[in-house]
């Protein structure tokens, strides 16, 4: 099954990126931020 994104969907992503990176001093902190969600996004599916 193939899942298409719709514009909504990834005009939302990009808001919630921006919320991330508004807070952060540097790109480490950015990217460990989004490790962080990533990784506790898979966490949620395995259950």
């Known amino acids: 099954m193939v899942e298409v994104m719709t514009e909504k969907q990834f005009k939302t992503i990009l808001e ?3 919320m991330i990176l508004d807070g952060c ?3 480490a902190e950015a990217k460990e931020k989004v490790k962080r ?3 506790n996004q898979s966490g ?4």
């Open 25 to 27: 001093k540097d790109l």
């Open 37 to 39: 969600l990533i990784d």
């Open 44 to 47: 949620k599916k395995e259950e």
């Open 16 to 18: 919630m990126v921006d």
